[in-house]
């Protein structure tokens, strides 16, 4: 177990601008900064990092927390190894308890699959490095790639031996089950190695983490595949995967610009040149979530084909879902018989770099260039390029950079403009419709899912009231006085209800400042003790079962002087108290400091909004009392027609009409306190 104060070193060192900027390129807006969500889809940033507050919130898909938080999501990984990844981050020693055995078996689970990983790869690493036919066979290959010995360490690189078993029975003497083997594809069913005589090469996670590898055969004579990888596992999805983009994120970002080739080979070789913006897809088509992963750190993208026409052309029928992700895609063909390495082994890399530079075209363009040249003088296969080629355009969601590239198509192609045009917005036309059926069927699919859930309970419009008629007030109630100096706090029972806006913004202000002084000369009044003194009374009338739980968890930290802080609730137990705290912590909008820094017009007649916390305590009791009144009012009006409808008394009208006409006096008295006319 992590003791506390190692966790609060953690929590307080870790920034989230830099945690984040791992794995997601950010820009610079206002005082936060702003990038493409890395847990969903999107083409419009709305992934919003906050560095003033140390935290993270998306306004797309709604996730949100501190540095811990999103490592723990961004990895799939448990609470303690979040706080080992940030510990190692930023050179903090762990400090650990004693953990009870139990918990120790449960940590050993959840780490087993990449412990057992990380043994593979310096198994490979040993074998190649240490033994007779490692050298001889694995090393000496490598060395004839012109990889060198630093390079050979950086990503791992290793051999498996030709024997049938030998690396098997190497980590069952380690004590590794051989179910744990099967599990990772380390080990076949039939108990043999899965990779024999075969150089390695280690597959790593975005973070770091070995995931999986990849094998290139040596024997000549074996009918194998040349190159095999991990099959599927828990922790290794090819699809997912891009080899080298945990040594290639930085230089990414850097660039601006993320060059693509096909193996492994590529990769380290032009990495080691100085070429360091660089992955690989392993041999397979490129999946959308290769490109998303991609495009967390770059819109531009650079593909290096090999000189071979055929593979080109069935490479190519893929790359239009780069174009639906609204990337830019440049495509450089090598000369014919060269690859990546063999080119850059022949020419350098200072003459290699300026070859893809001067030589990369637009994919559109490229495309329509290549399937041009091969339809000349056939009619027929000139309209099924065309058609291909529009296709291809409609993909950009973009409608200005389509029309961009239905002007050079035109003119390369010598079609008109107009029925390029029309083409293309039939298709996307067509396009639009079938995304709208399918967003209506999945709101109809995730409506029934919630009423299932919801068990046919769905609350009024109104609220769930009490059918009886409501408690009269007290002849001396004054709902509309001013917000009265703080009261002994008591604890009271809790109660469950419904939900309420106004009683979200008395939640933000507790959580946000709700351990700022609220008068500068009194110390002992807090904000959180001066709200709480004055809803105290009618937290059991709150609507919404979350907001009075945070309220009362307020108020009995208020009880016992432990300080109010933001912290507290974003590194919450209760994952309904952190999701809430991130949500009113990050609005989705803010002020923009331009006002202030670049045009020196500060509020006039307020204090900024981060300074303005007391007026809004006031204002937000009296909206929280209006709203409570209105609830007041409504039922006493359905008192009023049950005693007209029963004919129950002239004596209980005539009361219910007094206590009507003293709540709107009162209603009125707070809304001219606010200088707000409130129309019912």
């Known amino acids: 177990m992590i003791t506390k104060k190692t966790i609060n070193d953690i929590v307080e060192t870790a920034r989230i601008e830099d ?52 490592i723990m999501e961004h990895e799939s990984v448990s609470y303690p190894e979040s706080l080992k990844y940030l510990a190692e981050k930023y050179g903090i020693e762990i400090e650990e308890t004693q953990t009870s055995q139990a918990h120790k078996e449960e940590q050993q689970k959840l780490d087993s699959l990449y412990v057992l990983n990380q043994f593979a790869r310096d198994y490979y690493h040993e074998q190649l490095l240490q033994t007779d036919i490692g050298k001889s066979v694995g090393l000496s290959y490598l060395k004839n790639r012109g990889f060198t010995d630093e390079t050979i360490e950086k990503f791992g690189l290793g051999f498996a031996p030709k024997d049938k078993d030998a690396f098997t029975q190497a980590a069952k003497r380690k004590g590794y089950k051989g179910q744990q083997l099967k599990k990772l594809g380390l080990t076949s069913k039939y108990d043999s190695d899965f990779f024999r005589d075969r150089v390695m090469f280690t597959i790593h996670s975005v973070s770091g983490k070995v995931i999986g590898f990849g094998g290139r055969i040596m024997s000549k004579n074996v009918k194998a595949p040349k190159y095999v990888n991990t099959p599927e596992t828990e922790v290794y999805n090819k699809s997912k995967v891009l080899y080298g983009a945990y040594f290639a994120k930085r230089a990414i970002r850097k660039s601006d610009e993320c060059i693509l080739v096909e193996g492994y080979t590529d990769v380290i070789s032009l990495h080691q040149s100085g070429i ?87 994919f559109i363009l490229f495309k329509s260039e290549l399937l041009f040249s091969e339809a000349a003088g056939d009619p027929v296969k000139q309209a099924s390029m065309i058609k291909d080629i529009v296709t291809s355009i409609a993909k950009i969601p973009d409608p200005l950079k389509r029309s961009l590239y239905i002007k050079e198509c035109s003119h390369l192609l010598k079609v008109e403009e107009e029925i390029l045009m029309n083409e293309t917005n039939q298709i996307v036309t067509k396009s639009v419709h079938q995304a709208e059926d399918q967003r209506k069927k999945d709101q109809r699919q995730y409506a029934r899912k919630k009423a299932n859930e919801q068990d046919g309970n769905f609350p009024s419009d109104l609220g769930n009231f009490p059918s009886e008629p409501p408690p009269y007030l007290p002849e001396d109630a004054d709902y509309g006085a001013q917000a009265p100096p703080p009261q002994p706090l008591q604890r009271r029972p809790a109660a469950a209800n ?183």
Request: charged fraction near 30%; charge should be negative; include cysteine.
């Open 19 to 70: 945690v984040v900027g791992d794995f997601v390129n950010l820009k610079k807006r206002g005082a936060n900064m702003l990038g493409l969500c890395p847990f969903h889809n999107e083409k419009t940033p709305s992934f919003t990092v906050s560095p003033a507050k140390n935290i993270y919130k998306c306004f797309g898909c709604g996730k949100g927390g501190d540095p811990v938080n999103f």
């Open 276 to 362: 360091e913006n660089v992955v690989a897809s392993s041999g397979t088509s490129l999946t959308v979530d290769q490109i998303r992963m991609v495009k967390r750190y770059t819109q531009n993208m650079k593909i290096l084909y090999d000189g071979d026409g055929a593979g080109i052309k069935a490479a190519l029928r893929g790359l239009d879902l780069v174009l639906e992700q609204d990337m830019n895609v440049k495509v450089v063909m090598l000369p014919e018989g060269e690859d990546p390495d063999s080119y850059l082994q022949s020419v350098g890399s200072e003459a290699f770099g300026e070859f893809i530079e001067s030589q990369a075209k637009d």
């Open 498 to 680: 419904n939900a309420e806006y106004q009683e979200k913004d008395i939640i933000r202000l507790l959580i946000t400042y709700g351990g700022q002084l609220f008068d500068p000369e009194n110390e002992a009044v807090t904000v959180a003790r001066f709200i709480l003194s004055n809803i105290e009374d009618v937290l059991d009338d709150f609507d919404n079962d979350l907001y009075e739980r945070v309220a009362r968890e307020c108020l009995d930290m208020t009880i016992d002087g432990t300080p109010i802080t933001p912290q507290h609730f974003i590194q919450h137990e209760d994952k309904d108290f952190r999701h809430l705290a991130i949500d009113v912590l990050q609005p989705e909008f803010e002020m923009s400091p331009n006002w202030l820094d670049k045009h020196d017009l500060p509020l006039r007649s307020q204090p900024m909004p981060e300074a303005n916390f007391n007026n809004d305590s006031i204002s937000a009791i009296y909206w929280f009392k209006i709203r409570k009144l209105d609830k007041l009012i409504e039922r006493n009006k359905a008192s009023m027609k049950k005693a007209i409808d029963e004919k129950s008394g002239e004596e209980d009208v005539m009361k219910a009409m007094k206590i009507h006409q003293k709540l709107m006096e009162i209603r009125k008295d707070i809304a001219l306190k606010l200088n707000t006319v409130i129309v019912r």
